[in-house]
């Protein structure tokens, strides 16, 4: 905004000079906090990146984690002959079983923004004990989240954010045992989940990285009989919408 | 950070309108200038939380993300192998269309598809970039490449993986090394499956931008060659410049402005 000044040679009034005043004070009065507020970055502003849980004052960023301790192994009882990846697979008719979940009563009430989604895990063994053919044992995983938009829970899963990791037979010189059936094999999933379209606020009912013993078209009694996932860690952060 | 110097106006010196006015073209300018990193700290907070920011539930940071789902599926084959894990189709007549084929030996190349791993944009202002590629590796089975004339099914394909930004790696990404004494072991992946993610975080300056995920294989070895598993393979009878891919696959861009200029 430009200053409005006496001009050279003529007689400097009262008037000029509060003329000027104003004009600088036009420009400070006239800072847009929106501006700031959406386009800046700094120490003070950083924490703005996580909006709150609504009506709270509790961030929007939530981890779950699976300690060695307590690791997950998941068993023949939820194995699948899976021929190619879907919803119907993991999610409705035949139940994977829970790596590690994140979840709360009445769930996560969020504006609407994007949500980075971060799982990491490690797989340490697949366990097959016969070895009588050389097939070989398949560890799933699938991350998949439950929102509501003001009616009944929506389960959105989403191919892409599958994964899968197998190992070969390591069987001792007789061929009757298997040497080892240690993987160690770390995984991980990231992706974003784009809420920032909604108008109202939304609910972020749970998060779930679940998995499953994958066996291919083996005989039953060949089958691999249990997967486990050590160390996972399964994270959330709503980040407020673009601006 | 522009400061405002006032120079005053000395006893007995005669005014001149110019002088004065650029007092105040000074004084509006630095108001014109001014970031938010030159507001005291913790201004815009709410006293009695810091999280709670005053001027506006909005944020600098921009979240973009771009994602390909590509099934691993059976080739239908009825016996062992006839699942997505034991053997999945990885051909190009029969898989899924949506693989990414990693060309053998020809460095590196953008992960292509229905949907490139490639985000583009401009920005006015620095800013600090952490980028994440997130993707499913998979190949067949060493004995499904076969070097020529030798009889010998024992070829080991290399994944490399990158994230390119302007045409450069981003530091810490991978997997994929240099051959370090002619060596050709040790330059990418060898496992099977992979299901993992690479992320890195760096600055850029204004201007137009683009972060690309980049797959290679470099030379593959092969146990054929005088029994030595590290030995160059040179031909092959079935070369890995099919069945070593990319399966599904999600780059996220996270975007952290430094600052902006506010005029009124």
């Known amino acids: ?243 | 950070m522009s400061t405002y110097l006032p120079k005053g106006l000395k006893s007995g010196a005669v005014i001149d309108p110019d002088e004065l006015g650029d007092e105040f073209i000074r004084a509006s300018k630095v108001a014109s200038d001014t970031t938010q990193n030159q507001w005291s700290d913790a201004s815009f907070q709410d006293a009695t939380n810091s999280k709670i920011n005053l001027l506006k539930a909005g944020t600098g940071v921009i979240a973009t993300e771009v994602s390909q789902a590509a099934l691993l599926r059976t080739g239908g084959t009825p016996g062992w192998g006839n699942d997505p894990g034991q053997a999945p189709d990885l051909t190009v007549a029969s898989g899924s269309a949506e693989l990414y084929h990693i060309p053998y030996n020809s460095g590196f190349s953008t992960i292509t598809g229905t949907q490139d791993m490639e985000i583009n944009w401009t920005s006015k202002y620095p800013e600090l970039v952490l980028v994440a590629f997130s993707y499913q590796g998979i190949r067949k089975r060493y004995t499904d490449f076969d070097v020529y004339n030798s009889g010998s099914d024992h070829v080991f394909p290399q994944t490399q993986i990158r994230i390119s930004l302007n045409g450069g790696t981003i530091i810490g990404t991978g997997a994929y090394d240099h051959p370090h004494d002619g060596a050709l072991r040790g330059q990418g992946m060898q496992n099977r499956p992979v299901r993992t993610t690479t992320l890195g975080m760096t600055l850029v300056p204004p201007g137009s931008h683009s972060v690309i995920a980049e797959a290679a294989q470099p030379q593959a070895y092969g146990t054929a060659l005088g029994g030595s598993s590290a030995g160059s393979v040179t031909a092959f009878d079935n070369p890995p410049d099919e069945g070593v891919c990319i399966g599904h696959r999600t780059l996220i861009l996270l975007r952290f402005p430094k600052g902006k200029l506010i005029g009124g």
Request: proline share 5%; charged share 15%.
């Open chain 1, 1 to 243: 905004m430009a200053v409005s000044k006496p001009t050279s040679g003529s007689t400097i009034t009262p008037t000029s000079v509060t003329d000027m005043y104003d004009s600088v004070k036009d420009v400070v009065n006239a800072v847009p906090v929106s501006s700031v507020g959406e386009s800046a970055f700094g120490p003070h502003v950083l924490p703005s990146c996580i909006p709150n849980l609504v009506g709270t004052t509790t961030s929007g960023a939530v981890n779950s984690a699976v300690a060695t301790a307590d690791a997950v192994t998941i068993t023949k009882a939820s194995h699948n002959v899976m021929l190619l990846e879907s919803e119907g697979d993991v999610v409705t008719s035949t139940p994977w079983a829970t790596v590690v979940e994140i979840t709360k009563s009445g769930g996560y009430v969020l504006p609407p923004c994007k949500v980075l989604v971060m799982f990491d895990a490690r797989i340490s063994n697949i366990v097959k004990a016969h070895t009588a053919d050389d097939q070989i044992g398949q560890a799933w995983f699938s991350v998949y989240y439950t929102a509501n938009y003001g009616a009944s829970d929506v389960t959105e899963w989403e191919t892409r954010n599958m994964g899968m990791v197998f190992t070969a037979p390591s069987i001792s010189s007789d061929s009757t045992l298997l040497a080892s059936s240690t993987i160690e094999e770390p995984v991980s999933c990231w992706f974003l989940i784009d809420k920032s379209a909604l108008t109202e606020n939304w609910t972020l009912v749970n998060i779930k990285a679940v998995g499953a013993v994958g066996t291919g078209a083996q005989a039953l009694s060949r089958r691999p009989t249990s997967v486990t996932f050590t160390s996972a860690n399964l994270s959330f952060i709503a980040l407020h919408k673009d601006s």
